[in-house]
């Protein structure tokens, strides 16, 4: 079972980080709950955004594939436990070097973004 979930989440995390990095807007917004929020800082300012927010973000700039930009994202570390899973992702792109941490959870077989938490490391 353990392996199996690791299997799911990694499946997720590849359709986000793709989402991202593409703009593919479709695959991305399979990824979260549809209540999800998103909160972090970037150079130090707070940003709080509902998913549908976030994602029309996403929607409206140019996607870093868009900048000629490599896919360098990757997962740093995931934990499970039952029905519930923490992930620590580094996302470097559009000349920032984001750290995000996804809360996650299996609903209806499904593994889905419940929040989204990240910062900006110089």
């Not at 360098?72 to 923490?86: L, R």
Request: with cysteine; charged share 25%; hydrophobic share 35%.
């Amino acid at each position: 079972m353990y392996q199996e979930n690791i299997k799911e989440i990694e499946s997720l995390i590849t359709d986000y980080f793709e989402g991202i990095f593409y703009g593919d807007i479709t695959k991305l917004e399979s990824c979260f709950h549809e209540k999800a929020y998103i909160y972090g800082d970037i150079k130090g300012v707070d940003y709080l955004k509902s998913v549908n927010e976030y994602i029309e973000g996403v929607k409206s700039r140019q996607s870093p594939r868009d900048l000629n930009e490599n896919l360098k994202m990757k997962i740093i570390g995931i934990d499970i436990m039952g029905k519930i899973a923490m992930a620590k992702l580094h996302v470097p792109m559009l000349g920032y070097n984001y750290y995000d941490y996804l809360s996650l959870t299996k609903i209806n077989k499904d593994w889905k973004i419940v929040n989204k938490l990240f910062t900006h490391v110089q």
